[in-house]
């Protein structure tokens, strides 16, 4: 098979993942994406960067058991924890990351207050205190370590209005919401929760994530390789779990309700 028909491999922890394989797919629809979930083993976001990357690498070899061509870890925290030690090991494919969507919260924005959602290891992982040190003289950025919302998702919650309602308040009762300009989702599985931070932030806060971004990224990276497979070929999705239990693929796939 030339390089151009192989799949492209997703993964995360676990469920969170699913939302940059929503935009990969509309974004890229003639392509054929892998996607697996590591249910069995999330939250990531409270392990050792060793015990991710152990974990990310089973990941990996089992994308190229079956044949890929480019890898996404739709995961912050996989990406802080072990992304340079994966492309040192796999150079020959590319493997794109992602980071908290600070730099398009921050870009150009001087005295803002932005708050950054995402898990503990991320905040705690030298890649996003480098990060958030070009942006901290000019702005105010509040890191909010949120490993409770993985929970929620992986647990099928995410639709329990109360539950969800009850625990992001937790989060913003002691911040006064008029002096935030923007909140940064910085975990895959947080941009599930868009339309409620929607409800419960002022209107006029600016919510952004990452998911464009490394889909864009994917995009420029084959488009440059010429391994983008052709607009008249039939893209397809196969989602697979380390849970045995059958409800994550059937969560996945309505999470990604296309
Ligand atoms: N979805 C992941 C992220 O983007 C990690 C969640 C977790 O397992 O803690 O950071």
């Known amino acids: 098979m030339n390089n151009k028909d192989k799949a492209i491999g997703v993964f ?13 797919v509309k974004t890229m629809p003639n392509e054929k994406f892998l996607y697996y979930g590591d249910s069995a083993n999330a939250p990531y976001g409270i392990k050792t960067k060793e015990e991710i990357t152990e974990r990310c690498v089973d990941i990996i070899e089992f994308f190229l058991s079956k044949g890929v061509k480019a890898i996404v870890i739709a995961c912050n925290t996989a990406t802080s924890a072990a992304a340079n030690i994966l492309r040192e090991k796999y150079s020959d ?7 908290p969507a600070l730099k398009v919260a921050a870009d150009g924005k001087v005295n803002n207050t932005i708050v950054v959602m995402a898990t503990p290891l991320t905040l705690k992982e030298t890649k996003f205190n480098d990060l958030m040190a070009k942006y901290s003289n000019d702005n105010i950025v509040i890191k909010m370590p949120c490993p409770e919302l993985v929970n929620i998702v992986e647990n099928d919650l995410l ?16 911040l006064n919401m008029s002096n935030i300009n923007s909140v940064v989702l910085g975990c895959t599985h947080f941009v599930f929760y868009k339309d409620y931070m929607e409800k419960i932030l002022n209107n006029n806060i600016n919510i952004v994530d990452g998911n464009l971004g490394t889909t864009n990224h994917l995009k420029e990276v084959l488009r440059e ?9 039939e893209g397809s999705v196969t989602i697979y779990n ?4 059958e409800r ?4 996945s796939e309505k999470l990604l309700n296309i």
């Open 159 to 174: 639709d329990n209005e109360e539950v969800v309602e009850n625990q992001l308040k937790t989060y913003y009762k002691d």
């Open 93 to 99: 494919l590319p493997i794109i990351g992602m980071e």
């Open 248 to 251: 994550f693929i059937k969560l």
């Open 225 to 233: 390789k010429d391994e983008l497979r052709d607009d008249n070929e």
């Open 12 to 24: 995360d922890s676990g469920l969170g993942g699913v939302s940059v394989l929503k935009e990969l």
């Open 242 to 245: 380390s849970s045995n239990d």
